[in-house]
């Protein structure tokens, strides 16, 4: 079987407004949605759920209603992948070694915070940040992603989505 996963994070609503319309063209189709934190308000889960179920965790930017209902870390099964999610993995430099520590069974770890897209494989396990869909910083523009399963051939893939 084959699952298209939509990854999403640092959305910091409502410093802005609403999550990027292109969000709903690019995630249309996916059976799940993931937020690696930073939503800052729980009304994004909601406005995402119009596209599909939500998995989130609370990043180091959220309001109490968010900090009060999701969880730092959490773990999910997606076919036969385990999908670690965290907001903050550390500094760039060991993010390999933390995710390790944090997810040791995990084929893939989904995270935020630093704005900045990452996609790579380090020893079997695919490390994956969608940027931000909302604040850019020193990016060109900002993203989001999606993670691609395959159970067959027990293979996933990441990619990054640019948003205009």
Known sequence: MQHRIGVISDTHCPRFPRV????????AGVELIIHA???STL?????LETIAPVVAVQGN???EEVVMTLPIKKEIRVGG??????HILG???SYARTARQEFPEARV???GHSHNPYNQEHAGQLLFNPGSANDRRRQPACSIGQLLID???QAVKGELILLP
């Open 20 to 27: 990027p319309e292109a969000v709903w063209k690019h995630f």
């Open 37 to 39: 934190g930073d939503l």
């Open 43 to 47: 009304s994004v889960i909601s406005d």
């Open 61 to 63: 930017v959220e309001q």
């Open 81 to 86: 992948m385990r999908i670690g999610i965290v």
């Open 91 to 93: 500094d760039a430099r």
């Open 109 to 111: 770890v989904i995270f």
């Open 151 to 153: 159970d067959e051939a």
